[in-house]
């Protein structure tokens, strides 16, 4: 079964797809979920087989008992991230489509984090909507790290998705639940194997976070991510993951370890297709000290202000968007965090 969906997502050209007893597949396709009516709908005996045959048995059976599970699959040059859960007392999967591995410059992104990347130290991440590139963005940064730099490289993921080969760098990858219990003992337990750069697939509890800040303080370059819109909401979630008495705390170790915000999404363009958007917030003596401060409302003024610096925000990203051709004006105001400030910006 899976070779048939295999080619059902080829045939589409889908980033993702999601499978539940009772209905059609549907495929998302540059950002529009499909229902492939011309697909036989599945059955719950189908879609329990094609989950056995991406996790084995004994997986299946914990899904079956209504735990969820995320896992990955491989098979010749396609790669499969995968979630399985039950809705309605049907068992359902929701697969995402890994890429191969691309640079920035064929992702449309800005060279700039390149420079990022030839830091020793900091706490740089990536940000955005679910479904928006950060692991694609994550990964591009990760090779360019692998391949300029003798370094080794830890990440820690659930499931793993890009696979790296080892070239300057030596890359170890680490799954939860298979090579090590969770996030925080797996981030805890590089200290202790010579890490250089360590990418935690996701931000997820205070924990996490609390040991990722602590190991960029440390001399390590930390690359992780959060389901967040912006380099404001990204701080302001962190802190209030933390309970008052500590979050002063937390704000002076950011405003110190954070090396960099690059937050981003996938805009649909008139030809078809998608681009990204992005903002870029670079740590500087300013940001650090609204950071300290609380003052995290005024971070977007910091980016408009310091574009010398490389610093970029979402408007200005999406103005050129529109300037080239690509989206409208009233695209640009549906993926925007500030209309009046766009409106201001397009007169």
Known sequence: MIEKLLKIITVNGASDVHISAGRHPYVRVSGELLELVSEPIYQTEDVVRLLVEFV???????????????????????????HAFVSSGRISLSLRIVEKIRNLEE????????ELMNRKQGFFLVVGPMGQGKSTTMAALLEYVNMNRREHIVTIENPVEYVFDSKQSIVDQREIEVDTLDFATALRAAFREDANVVMVGEMRDQETIETAVTIAETGHLVISTLHTNSASQTIDRIIDMFPTERQNQMRTQLASSLL??????????SSGGRKPAYELLINNNAVANLIREGRTHEIETVLQTHREEGMIDLNTSLIELVRGGFITVDTAMQYTTNQKNLAALIQ
């Open 107 to 114: 992702l449309g992104l800005p060279t700039k984090l390149y």
């Open 56 to 82: 084995g048995e004994q997986k299946g059976k914990r899904v079956i008992n209504r735990e969820e599970i995320d896992f990955s699959y491989a098979q010749d040059a396609m790669r499969v991230r995968g």
């Open 260 to 269: 960099a915000i690059f937050s981003q999404r996938l805009i649909p363009v």
